[in-house]
């Protein structure tokens, strides 16, 4: 799941000079122990809330030699160790060229490919990708659906943010609504009920759409970009329409 301990992980991964393989918490047994086989995996990091499903897949692939899970209370997980350990631990001396990560494609064509991306190649996407396509800068604030185990979650919600200094709000639970409430807290703080909840709607529905008449300007003469700020328009409306219809219903006497 998106979460800060995940990214914590994945950098951790990389500052010690191993090689980052994250999967999605959908993934079940079989579909877990193709990775772990495939890149080789002896050291697994793991929300303790599936570590069910890995534990199956430790059998199917022997590669895998040990597992440490964190969101745990247990003496051995990783928030227990992390306090044993003494701060100020130097990251190691990695090459441009070392792996630093692989991922994995969802393999909806067959076997799932893994792609090895390079430490040059984390900071090339951000240095030109981010900075020159985005323009994002330190007053920007992140977010999304996608997961982090796919790239494109990575970059977006991850390595953009951290490398332009700005911050990232990281949902486990992404669909339109919790996107809003996000956007907007005091949506999430107040919900649909209250003499307060239809003006926060109402603020809700014109930050929205202020943000959808900002990207469609920058989609000017570009069709494929207006197909994709009209289809965005539309699950916007839906959602705001709910929200409204929602907190419309709870100030009804």
């Known amino acids: 799941a998106n ?12 500052q010690a000079g191993g090689v980052a393989v994250a999967t999605m918490p959908m993934l079940r047994a079989r579909e877990l122990a193709y ?3 495939k890149a080789r995996i002896a050291l697994a990091l793991c929300d303790a809330r599936l570590g069910a499903e890995l534990e199956m897949a430790r059998a199917m692939a022997p590669a895998l030699a040990q597992i440490v899970y964190f969101n745990s209370d247990a003496p051995d997980g990783l928030e227990a160790r992390m306090a044993a350990m003494p701060g100020g631990l130097a990251p190691v001396d990695t090459g441009a060229e070392h792996p630093a990560l692989i991922g994995f494609t969802s393999g909806t064509t067959g076997e799932p490919k893994g792609t090895v991306h390079t430490h ?20 920007d604030r992140f977010i999304g659906s996608p997961p982090l185990a796919f790239t494109f ?11 332009a200094g700005a911050s990232t709000i990281l949902l486990e639970r992404a669909g339109p609504e919790e ?16 003499a307060g909840s239809l003006t926060t709607s109402a603020l809700a529905a014109g930050h929205a759409q202020g ?11 570009r069709p494929v970009l207006q197909e994709i700020v009209a289809a965005f328009q539309e699950d916007v409306d839906s959602v705001l329409t709910r929200l409204i219809e929602g907190a419309s219903g709870a100030n009804s006497p």
């Open 35 to 37: 990775p772990i086989a």
């Open 153 to 163: 979650g990575l970059g977006g919600l991850v390595l953009f943010p951290l490398r």
């Open 3 to 14: 979460t800060p301990m995940l990214v914590a992980c994945y950098l951790a991964v990389m």
């Open 120 to 139: 040059r190649d984390v900071l090339a996407i951000c240095d030109c990708y981010a900075r020159h396509i985005l323009r994002a800068t330190a007053q």
């Open 211 to 221: 943000c959808v008449d900002r990207i469609a300007k920058e989609a000017e003469g």
């Open 179 to 194: 996107l809003l409430a996000a956007i907007v807290p005091k949506v999430l703080q107040q919900g649909t009920s209250g």
